[in-house]
């Protein structure tokens, strides 16, 4: 008897019976090291390490929660938390739960298993980190959604981030240098957890908008003005003769019609909502003009009931003029500039233009709906010209000049906002630059202003950059010193105690990424020089606090070949759901066996090739997934039958065949 077949043949200390039925006839399966309800066949328990073409690998907690019925982890977050979507090459910022409950409204394909509603996702991307923790775009595979009624997580950590999730979902920390899951149940202040230090581009962005497709996706009557007169003589053919003479008498078509034109570019045109007489051009560039100009209006704009104004302070000239020269040049609209003792206002009458930065751009109307537009998140070359022009809008800078010539400048770069879906738009834009900023929140008490109006008690969000180098980034700081010493906290990662020797104090809980690298290249460690060069920073956990649901529900996602998506307040690495058939999930990262045992270097490497392989297996699509291990499984079957190699080809093919007509639907596969 081998070893292996010895451990399994260990009796339990207690008498076990099926949670499903209760039955104490049990079974176990030594080809896969499970055991086995002979009752109902329900799989009680399974193995650490499991050398069958399955490689299953649950930890008791997920054994607890869930069996063989391939039912979706509950490892969820709150509703209200944020997740960067993308979709179309437009970048969005959503609660998840406002997401994930529209999916699962317009899906045919709703599957539940139990509580859990899961469904399929297409044309949707997320950031994650890859196996060189390097952030990048990839597809979201699922979406799922259960009910919970025990109080959830919130974990915040440095710099104001923070993310509500269920006890049983994992974050990420660092151990013995690898990048690793961990509960939050397990969690304790002081913890390190892993957050993107920047986000990635997506490759390609738009150069222009084309604001009769804009246009055509809102509701209203809307017309095109300046079409040319050759262009009514083939629309005489296919409409009423008195629409297409109106239509020619004023130079105009309705929105509709001019898109069913072919082969008409369209130059020189303009587009207009119903009733207003001042029009946009059918394309728009954008560049920094267009970024600025968003920026001024997320800060400063607001929707008026003839079209819009911009408010600046009477010192902020300068922002006034800068503001109508981008309405002339980017929009072609001419505004006017109102001189008043406390205050300078820009106002356009044109109901087209607020229309297009409120609804069509999606910055919002008021205050406190306003958001940072899909178009800004996409373009780099907007992005880095609206935070400029937001933060001297709504924000401030501050400079303490150097004492001494060695010294660098004492600098804060604030915003403030009463909106705080907006304030975490602008920690998620800042990360696209590279940018660390921390967010803050400051309940402010009901008062009295001296005009006599009260104002009702709320609470004020915000965002901070402290380090000079970021702030010279955005242009607002010239001419100082670059930093020596000791980093910032993005440029800074858990110290490896193993390591101690190398730095000079032993209680140091970070060091550099250049010490760390130069640590991993003398000692030739490969995990902690990829730790050192990926796009991974590390914070960490100051409080944690139980916090009720939302609405009563928690939500996931899945993301093929990852196990991880960005979401949270100001961008927290998350756990995925792993969106199982009841065919594998993830082999532990603790090289031990189900006893809780040291393996030997002999089983560890073996465990080592196995995750390697598992990992590979993870990138390929779901289709790919089941027909390896079917055809493993017939493979398996016609072995112990002993049918000849013929037959296994025609079940293979059959087998092949119901895959591509999609009558599987991803169920189980038992032999």
């Known amino acids: 008897m081998t070893a292996e077949q010895e451990e399994m043949e260990e009796k339990p200390k207690k008498k076990t019976s099926c949670p499903n039925c209760g039955s104490v006839k049990l079974v176990r399966d030594y080809e896969h ?140 920390t660092v151990r013995e240098g690898r990048v690793v899951p961990v509960e939050v149940e397990k969690l304790r202040e002081g913890d390190f957890v892993a957050v993107p230090r920047v986000l990635p581009e997506l490759g390609s962005f738009p150069r222009e908008l084309n604001l009769a497709h804009e246009f ?65 051009p059918l394309r728009i560039p954008v560049d920094e003009r267009l970024g600025a100009l968003m920026g001024y209006y997320v800060s400063e704009g607001c929707v008026t009931s003839h079209g819009v104004s911009f408010t600046f302070g009477p010192e902020e000239e300068e922002y006034a003029e800068e503001t109508i020269r981008y309405l002339r040049e980017v929009l072609g609209l001419e505004a ?35 958001r940072v537009p899909p178009v800004i998140f996409s373009s780099p070359r907007a992005r880095r010209a609206f935070l400029r022009s937001y933060v001297r809008g709504d924000g401030c800078v501050y400079i303490h000049p150097e004492e001494k010539p060695h010294w660098r400048p004492l600098v804060h770069l604030y915003t403030v906002s009463c909106n705080g879906e907006l304030s975490n738009d602008l920690l998620y834009l800042y990360l696209f630059e590279g940018i660390f900023a921390s967010y803050t929140e400051e309940e402010v008490p009901s008062h009295r202003l001296s005009t006599g109006q009260v104002l009702p008690a709320s609470k004020l969000t915000g965002t901070r950059v402290t380090n000079p180098d970021m702030v010279h980034q955005l242009g607002f700081v010239e001419g100082f010193r670059p930093r020596a010493g000791k980093g910032t906290l993005t440029d800074l990662l858990p110290a490896p105690l193993k390591y101690r020797r190398e730095w000079g104090s032993r209680r140091r809980l970070r060091i550099g990424r250049e010490l760390a690298l130069r640590i991993a290249e003398k000692y ?42 960005v979401g949270g307040r100001g961008a927290v690495c998350l756990r ?78 059959i087998y092949r065949r119901a895959v591509e007509e999609k009558l599987i639907r991803g169920r189980s596969i038992e032999g």
């Not at 490497?605 to 390896?628: C, G, H, P, T």
Request: hydrophobic share 35%; with cysteine.
């Open 33 to 172: 090291g499970e055991l086995v309800c002979a009752g109902c066949g329900y799989v009680i328990a399974e193995r650490i390490m499991d050398l069958g073409p399955e490689w299953r690998a649950f930890d008791q907690e997920q054994r607890d929660k869930r069996g063989r019925v391939g039912a979706p982890m509950t490892f969820s977050v709150d509703y209200s938390e944020p997740i960067i979507l993308e979709k179309e090459g437009k970048v969005m910022i959503l609660p998840i739960g406002e997401w994930v409950d529209s999916v699962l409204e317009e899906s045919e394909e709703v599957r539940r298993e139990g509580e859990v509603e899961m469904a399929p996702v297409r044309g949707y991307r997320t950031v994650v980190f890859d196996e060189d923790y390097k952030m990048k775009w990839a597809p979201i595979s699922h979406v799922t959604r259960h009910p919970v009624s025990d109080p959830l997580y919130e974990v915040e950590l440095e710099g104001g981030r923070k993310v509500r999730v269920t006890g049983a979902h994992s974050l990420y």
């Open 336 to 370: 006017s500039l109102y001189r008043y003792p406390s205050s300078l206002v820009v106002s356009v009458d044109s109901k087209t233009l607020a229309l297009l930065l409120a609804e069509i751009l999606g910055a919002g109307r008021e205050a406190r709906k306003k």
């Open 524 to 565: 030739g460690d490969q995990e902690l020089a990829k730790l050192a060069r990926g796009q991974l920073a590390f914070l960490r956990v100051r409080r944690i606090s139980r916090v009720r649901s939302t609405n009563g529900y928690a939500y996931d996602v899945t993301v093929p070949g990852y196990l991880n998506f």
């Open 216 to 280: 055509a996706r809102v509701q209203g009557r809307f017309f095109v003005d300046g079409i040319p007169a050759e262009v009514y003589e083939e629309l005489r053919r296919r409409f009423d003769e008195r629409k297409v003479k109106a239509w020619s008498k004023e130079s105009k078509l309705p929105l509709e019609v001019f898109l069913e034109l072919k082969g008409f570019v369209g130059n020189g045109v303009r587009i207009r909502a119903h009733g207003c007489r001042k029009g946009l």
């Open 576 to 653: 995925d759901t792993i969106h199982d058939k009841g065919l594998s999930t993830m082999i532990d990262w603790r090289d031990r066996d189900s006893y809780g045992k040291d393996l030997t270097p002999k089983r560890r490497a073996q465990i080592y090739r196995l995750r390697k392989w598992q990992r590979r297996i993870r990138v390929s699509d779901a289709i790919e997934r089941n027909l390896a291990f079917a055809l493993s499984e017939i493979d398996r079957m016609a072995s112990h039958l002993g049918l000849p190699r013929n037959v296994r080809e025609t079940a293979a093919v």
